[in-house]
């Protein structure tokens, strides 16, 4: 049962707290050509994927030190009256700064095109949440820029996908 490191964003963070994050989604690198329909192809993902069964995730998330105290950027609210905070990338959270772990139940590959509305609630996302998106209306010229609700968890999920992965 080995212990690996994963980054979190502060709003994925306080999703994980809140109960409403139970999944995660990866990309995997190199990305595999087009999806043949053979067990040997997901296999030979499956087989570099750097997360098995019953590992334990620790989450690196951002976090600053202010006396001898370890806070999170995640708790804001909580520290909202410390102005000077110097804050620290998540990259850079030792595993002995880390609060949340996670254990890992089931690994599987699934094309990112394909998440359902119930996963994209279960990554933390919400018909609810405010997005800002370029849409592309078919020509380079035709594009604007949309602010308002995702409508529903999977633009949410994917808006910030492409933000965060682009």
């Known amino acids: 049962m080995a212990e690996k490191p994963i980054l979190f964003s502060t709003e994925m963070v306080r999703a994980t707290l809140d109960g ?25 993902i499956l087989n ?3 997360y098995d069964v019953e590992n334990t995730l620790w989450v690196r998330e951002t976090w600053a030190i202010e006396d001898t105290y370890i806070i999170y950027r995640a708790d804001l609210d909580n520290w909202s009256h410390l102005k000077n905070v110097k804050w620290r990338p998540s ?5 002995e700064a880390a609060r949340l772990f996670l254990l890992v139940k089931d690994v599987r590959v699934e094309r990112l095109q394909d998440i359902t509305e119930e996963d994209a609630r279960a990554e933390g996302f919400s018909p609810n949440d405010i997005i800002t998106a370029n849409l592309d209306l078919g020509t380079p010229v035709m594009s604007c820029e949309y602010t308002g609700p995702a409508e529903t968890a999977r633009n949410s999920f994917r808006v910030t996908w492409d933000k965060l992965n682009a």
């Open 20 to 44: 409403r994050k139970t999944q995660t989604r990866r990309v995997i690198k190199p990305q595999p050509g087009e999806h043949p329909d053979d067990d040997g192809y997901v296999t030979s």
């Open 48 to 50: 570099r994927c750097p």
């Open 91 to 95: 990259i850079h959270m030792p595993r």
